[in-house]
């Protein structure tokens, strides 16, 4: 609502360019009523007004890998989201993601406001899908890093919004949303050769 995964999903898409991929971002559909947005979040949604709204019947065919980003709600992905994967049995049905590589990244408000249980819990429904699940190995160093509070962690990026949405993304968290736009597109790059 504030901006904060899409300013992590461009870096996630530049790290995909990076690595040879070509990103295609894509927004899900708004579920909450354009009279309850405050100022903060009619400026995010202005930002993000070029950002064509992903079809759930088609935009997942002739994909070769696909990474998902979602804002936190209560240690789950939120609504928007949940509604996006609900409209995609078509898709289970006909095996559309099996064996494609796929990763989530997230935002919450708070240091330990479910960034992990978001990612996992995402990760239930991609590999309902069959999916190839891809995380952030520590290899990639920036989410040890003790000289900040950063989000991060072996299941994904992500960043601390502030209870507000004050903060936007560091520089280390930003480091590691391109990392995984790049081992995602190195993996499924090895699997389609």
Not at 69 to 89: I, L, Y
Request: aromatic fraction near 6%.
């Amino acid at each position: 609502m504030y901006g904060h995964i899409f300013s992590i999903g461009k870096k996630v898409a530049e790290g995909v360019r990076e690595a040879g991929g070509e990103p295609i971002v894509k927004q899900v559909a708004e579920l909450l009523p354009e009279e309850s947005w405050n100022d903060e979040i009619r400026k995010a949604k202005e930002t993000m007004k070029e950002i064509s709204v992903a079809d759930p019947r088609t935009d997942l065919k002739g994909i070769n890998g696909l990474i998902v980003g979602t804002p936190t709600r209560f240690g789950d992905m939120a609504a928007q989201m949940r509604n996006f994967w609900d409209q995609t049995s078509g898709d289970w049905m006909t095996g559309t993601l099996i064996g494609k590589p796929a990763a989530v990244f997230t935002s919450t408000g708070t240091q330990h406001g479910g960034q992990e249980t978001t990612i996992i819990s995402t990760m239930i429904t991609l590999l309902h899908h069959g999916c190839i699940l891809v995380g952030l190995p520590y290899s990639f160093k920036e989410q040890m890093t003790m000289e900040e509070i950063t989000g991060g962690s072996p299941y994904g990026a992500s960043t601390i919004a502030g209870p507000m949405g004050e903060r936007m993304p560091s520089k280390n968290e930003f480091q590691m949303a391109k990392d995984l736009g790049k081992h995602l597109t190195t993996i499924a790059r090895k699997l389609i050769q």
